[in-house]
């Protein structure tokens, strides 16, 4: 296998992880919005850990609220989008989610009562609106872990599939923003390297 069919993997992988992360960016706070909704509705013997639910609702839409702005209003926001930058922007969103999940896992471990995890259908429900309840608390919880899993494999797999190869290259242009947009439209390596801008003057936030 050439360097160049093997970058074009790496490439084709991270691009995937980032879209599929990217998914699960507006997938984790619109899940936890549903859950804090059903269970206000069902009442006991659900119950909300009212602090916590709110904390990870606030870390989780984080993402969704930096993406729409730095794509929607990018004529006055410029998110750094170099490589030095996603590095680091990337390693403290993992830790930070990392950390919330745990909490959050330790804190609504016993919020439906001692039900089972995934909601077996064959057991009685007080209605239907708690067995919704539940399997929409279990597609967050599953979806919160997914997500730090994706976190952590961007972190491995995005310098590895976008930044240059060869560590002189790579310092050199540590400063040069990631063409973002051309990653879904060409997974040439050489040709997506070509097309990164070069003005190093700007001054990103």
Do not use: H
């Not at 929607?72 to 590095?87: A, H, M, R």
């Not at 745990?102 to 009685?124: H, K, M, Q, W």
């Not at 540590?174 to 990164?196: F, R, S, Y």
């Amino acid at each position: 296998m050439t360097a160049k069919l093997t970058m074009r993997i790496l490439r084709i992988i991270a691009v995937t992880f980032i879209s599929i992360y990217l998914l699960f960016a507006f997938l984790c706070p619109a899940l936890e919005i549903a859950k804090i909704k059903l269970f206000t509705e069902v009442g006991s013997p659900y119950q909300l850990t009212i602090p916590i639910e709110y904390v990870y609702l606030a870390v989780a839409l984080i993402l969704p609220i930096w993406i729409i702005l730095s794509s929607v209003f990018n004529f006055c926001y410029k998110p750094d989008l170099t490589p030095q930058g996603i590095e680091l922007k990337l390693l403290i969103w993992t830790l930070l989610w990392l950390s919330i999940s745990v909490l959050y896992t330790l804190f609504t471990r016993d919020d439906i009562g001692g039900e089972p995890f995934y909601c077996p259908s064959n057991i009685a429900y007080n209605s239907t609106e708690f067995y919704v309840a539940c399997k929409i608390r279990a597609a967050n919880f599953v979806s919160m872990w997914l997500f730090a899993l994706l976190a952590i494999l961007l972190m491995l797999t995005i310098p590895a599939g976008l930044f240059p190869r060869d560590e002189i290259v790579r310092d050199m242009t540590k400063d040069i923003p990631i063409d973002v947009l051309g990653l879904w439209t060409n997974c040439d390596p050489e040709d997506l390297d070509a097309k990164q801008p070069m003005d190093t003057n700007k001054l990103y936030i």
